[in-house]
């Protein structure tokens, strides 16, 4: 058992851990949490939109905000307008997207000076400075929706990050597990397996 010196009998009073053959803990970093308890899924945020740049010989003098959908991907994303709301995105892979698409979703704001076509805009989709941490919810969109590990202990993170410790190898009882919304035992068990998190089915007393 790898372990950061916490013990399972000062830190599980509950039955999540079913066996003691094979755990593993790590500490972990969440921001923005609020609160969340032991035995929670976490995901890791794995890309968000960086500093969007408007093209240097832009005309117009509108603005670009982006947001990520599921199919992101790392790199820079090119907003081409055709007008001064129309527009068009290639992708970081060089593929032309609609401006409704399922990577990104751009909302152009304009300025004194009407945005005129062949103006640009440069949306990155990075990987994030630091190695951060949310509850596993199945809409999320920047990676964090694939459960990677489980939250050790109650945590309250609303205001600052918080450094805590999670599971990141072990036995656990499905029943025991706290999962976030649209994630269950079904579409979780073959990504949590992969990871070494095993989600059994404990027999319970009367």
């Known amino acids: 058992m790898?372990?950061?010196?916490i013990t399972e009998q000062a830190y599980s009073p509950d039955k999540l851990i079913v066996s003691e053959k094979v755990i593993t803990e790590e500490t972990v970093v969440l921001s923005g949490e609020g609160v969340l308890t032991r035995s929670t899924l976490l995901g890791q945020v794995t890309r968000e939109v960086?500093?969007?740049v408007a093209g240097v010989g832009n005309t117009g003098d509108g603005t670009a905000a982006a947001t990520m959908g599921h199919d992101a991907e790392i790199g820079n994303y090119l907003v081409t307008m055709s007008g001064a709301t129309a527009f068009a995105i290639t992708s970081p892979q060089g593929f032309a997207l609609p401006s409704?698409?399922?990577h990104i979703t751009v909302v152009i704001t304009a300025g004194s000076t009407p945005l005129i076509s062949?103006?640009?805009?440069?949306?990155?989709?990075?990987?994030?400075?630091?190695?951060?941490?949310?509850?596993?919810?199945?809409?999320?969109?920047d990676g964090s929706e694939i459960p990677d590990r489980i939250l050790g202990a109650d945590?309250?993170?609303?205001?600052a990050d918080v450094t805590t410790w999670s599971y990141i190898a072990a036995?656990?009882?499905?029943?025991?597990?706290?999962?976030?919304?649209?994630?269950?035992?079904?579409?979780?068990?073959?990504?949590?397996?992969?990871?070494?998190i095993?989600?059994?089915?404990?027999?319970?007393g009367n």
């Not at 706290?178 to 992969?194: E, M, Y």
């Not at 095993?198 to 319970?204: G, R």
């Open 198 to 204: 095993i989600l059994k089915t404990v027999a319970k």
């Open 118 to 141: 062949g103006d640009t805009f440069t949306v990155p989709v990075e990987v994030p400075a630091a190695v951060k941490f949310r509850k596993a919810l199945l809409a999320s969109v």
């Open 50 to 52: 960086g500093t969007i």
């Open 2 to 5: 790898t372990s950061l010196g």
């Open 100 to 102: 409704t698409n399922t």
């Open 171 to 196: 036995e656990v009882d499905k029943d025991e597990v706290t999962f976030g919304t649209g994630l269950t035992v079904a579409n979780t068990k073959d990504a949590l397996r992969a990871k070494n």
């Open 155 to 159: 945590i309250d993170a609303i205001s």
